[in-house]
């Protein structure tokens, strides 16, 4: 039942709501959100920890004028609920449904889209000073600028960047700090260590206390001297903080589950006029109000369907060994041969399936937080040293740290490797967090290694592979989800270093595949057999440096060569095809095709229906294929005799 919750169909609805209303409001949210949850899986404990403070918002500031920024965005079922979504939230991280996180596309009340973490307080500083040069000009409306992030994110250099940036501004603004003392696994780090300390240290503001303190920046109602007295006292009592220092009007820690707190605090917040960003700090629990995602959050952080009752999340149907716990596995085996062996990553330990290696090696294992461009030149710095850092990252958060690459990484020719998770699409959290650039992004610079496994063993190869490679950086970048079920190697292979393999003679057609798509292109081969068309397939393994004497081999015995690859373009086939030109290989009748990611963002749906908007399924393959004999003539006529290639 749900009486209040069926009363509101826009956050309008809730501002004459007292505040014992909110209350059962927030009861009704929670249940709501755990049970739609329950059917679609999706971001749960971070979306228990804020229903609340979401009802407070809402009730008290007139969105979508007042702009309301929540970073990462993945804390924002309860928002979408309220904002008039709720009637499609069982459609949430599904094909056509709502997405994952907020986006500007899907409503007036996402004012910033996210998905990547700490963006909030940049952007909210971006609004708030558009606001202040419109008003200046005489246009523009007067608004709060309200930014929402999680302990987390409070990792992030880009975060203090804007702190840096909003508190010599004075912007006006209000940054709520959402402290659940929760990354997705438990936070690492000083400032984590410091946030923990500033609850511990300050018993939590008692009402009469915040009133007090909030009503001597209300202009109407104090001098400037009783402010002085005030700020003195303040400082004295409770001691500064760092935020304060750095220009914002710290207030906090206050119970974030507590809407007698939280609705006069803010409501103080929004009506002072405090000449500079405020900072209110709110403690709260990831998994807030049901017990097994209280109980461990980490693994309640993101969840598959699950049973109300238990908490117990649907079985995934058996298979392979996922990616991430082969690179996790091969790891650990070769660094129980090599004490030089580390492995860093940026606050996803369980994802990159590095815990287990901690587990195993936890002074050679380092969680850094969500600081990826740290990661990287941490790295950088480890292997100037000769140590042999493995730096585990998703292709997408990987992006952020590009100018360490480059700089740090690339031109010293340090032997990083890059362990990149997460590569091509990767299913329900969308465009955000698809693996799509990276073969672009570092196939263009010079020294780089860049492998791209076809399944599980071959992934094993790689990981041993680059621990030897102790003279530039190689990385090797594979899919979310489980290998193809090959049996995976005990003893991995070391991989001649820019080699490919060739799986499958013929003589009409070549497909040469980079990465987890060569079963297709071996199933487009077999259909193609079928129609009398003979294909070879090829596995290029690197897309850096190319296997030139292959790409070779195969533009001269066959009439068609399609290259075919999970990432965007300008990436694997973009160099074969300058290789093909450079040589004078596409001058004598070749036709070359790249299959790559369309030229476009694809959203949120399965993985392989990703795959198949993209275009780079079994049938795409045959068609492209087929496209290309028609426009050379008679498809089942060879060019020539196939040579025989370089067996793999
Ligand atoms: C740049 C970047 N790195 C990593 C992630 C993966 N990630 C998503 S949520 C999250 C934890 C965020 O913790 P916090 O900000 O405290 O939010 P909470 O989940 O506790 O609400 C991480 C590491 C990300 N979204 N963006
Ligand atoms: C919000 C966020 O960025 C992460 O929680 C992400 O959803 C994890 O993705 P995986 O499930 O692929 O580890
Ligand atoms: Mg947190």
Redesign the pocket.
């Known amino acids: 039942m749900t009486p209040l919750l069926d009363r509101v169909k826009i956050p309008a609805d809730l501002w004459n709501l007292s505040v014992a209303q909110l209350r059962e409001l927030a009861d009704e949210l929670r249940a709501e959100t755990i049970d739609v949850v329950s059917q679609t899986g999706g971001?749960l404990?971070?979306s228990l920890?804020?229903v609340e403070l979401t009802v407070a918002l809402h009730a008290l500031f007139r969105t979508p004028h007042d702009r309301l920024i929540w970073?990462?965005g993945?804390?924002t079922y309860p928002h979408k609920i309220l904002t008039g979504r709720r009637d499609r939230m069982t459609t949430i991280r599904q094909d056509g449904g709502l997405a994952g996180f907020t986006t500007r596309a899907e409503s007036e009340y996402d004012p910033f889209g996210a998905?990547?973490?700490?963006t909030s307080i940049s952007a909210g500083l971006g609004m708030a000073v558009a606001r202040d040069i419109k008003a200046r000009e005489g246009v523009g409306h007067e608004r709060a600028v309200v930014c929402v992030?999680?302990?987390?994110?409070?990792s992030?250099g880009m975060a203090y960047e804007a702190i840096n940036n909003a508190g010599a501004l004075k912007a006006r603004m209000i940054v709520i700090l959402?402290?659940?003392e929760?990354?997705?696994a438990p936070?690492t780090g000083a400032m984590s260590g410091y946030l923990s300390r500033l609850i511990s240290s300050r018993k939590y503001l008692g009402l009469r206390e915040l009133g007090l303190k909030l009503a001597t920046h209300l202009p109407s109602k104090i001098e400037r001297g009783a402010r002085r007295v005030e700020a003195v006292a303040r400082k004295a009592m409770m001691g500064t903080t760092l935020f304060d220092d750095l220009g914002f009007y710290y207030v906090g820690p206050i119970d974030g589950h507590d809407l007698e707190q939280l609705v006069p605090v803010l409501r103080n917040l929004r009506d002072a006029e405090i000449d500079k960003p405020i900072l209110l700090h709110i403690v709260t629990q990831?998994g807030k109000g049901f017990a097994p995602a209280e109980a461990n959050p980490e693994k309640l952080?993101a969840v598959a369907r699950f049973d109300v009752a238990t908490g117990e999340q649907e079985k995934a149907a058996p298979a392979p060994p996922k990616f991430q716990d082969v690179v996790s596995k091969t790891l650990i085996s070769l660094a129980e041969q090599n004490s030089r062996i580390v492995a860093i990553t940026?606050?996803?330990s369980s994802?990159t399936g590095l815990d287990k290696f901690a587990a195993r090696f936890p002074d050679r294992f380092f969680d850094v937080g969500?600081a990826?461009q740290h990661a990287v030149t941490f790295s950088a710095g480890l292997a100037a040293e000769g140590m042999v850092p493995f730096c585990a990252i998703?292709s997408t958060?990987l992006q952020?740290a590009y100018d360490q690459i480059v700089h740090d990484v690339a031109i010293q020719s340090l032997p990083v490797r890059f362990a990149i998770d997460r590569a091509g699409p990767v299913g329900a959290d969308g465009a955000t967090?698809a693996g799509s650039f990276d073969l672009v992004y570092l196939g263009c610079l010079p020294g780089m290694v860049l492998m791209a496994p076809a399944d599980e063993a071959e992934l094993a190869h790689m990981v041993r592979t680059a621990a030897l490679i102790d003279d530039r950086p190689s990385a090797f970048r594979y899919p979310r989800g489980s290998g193809t079920g090959v049996p995976i190697p005990e003893n991995p292979l070391e991989l001649e270093i820019g080699r490919g393999r060739v799986l499958k003679e013929g003589a009409d057609v070549a497909i040469l595949s980079l990465g987890a798509r060569l079963k297709d292109a071996l199933a487009a081969a077999d259909e193609l057999q079928q129609r009398g068309i003979s294909v070879t397939v090829a596995d290029a393994r690197f897309a850096k440096p190319l296997d030139e004497c292959l790409i070779r081999q195969l533009a001269c015995h066959h009439r068609v060569l399609v290259t075919v690859e999970e990432g965007a373009a300008g990436g694997f086939g973009a160099a074969v095809m300058q290789f093909l030109t450079w040589t004078g290989l596409m001058d004598r009748g070749l036709v070359f095709r790249a299959m790559t990611l369309p030229d476009r963002f694809i959203e949120h749906a399965t993985q392989s229906a990703q795959i198949a908007v993209a275009g780079l399924t079994t049938q795409d393959i045959t068609s492209t294929v087929c496209a290309c004999l028609q426009e050379q003539g008679e498809p089942s006529r060879s060019k020539s005799r196939a040579a025989p290639l370089r067996p793999g």
């Open positions: 971001h404990g971070s920890a804020v970073d990462v993945h804390q998905g990547h973490s700490s992030i999680g302990d987390g994110a409070m992030a959402n402290d659940n929760m990354s997705i936070p990831k952080h940026a606050a996803m994802g969500i990826e998703y958060f952020r967090h």
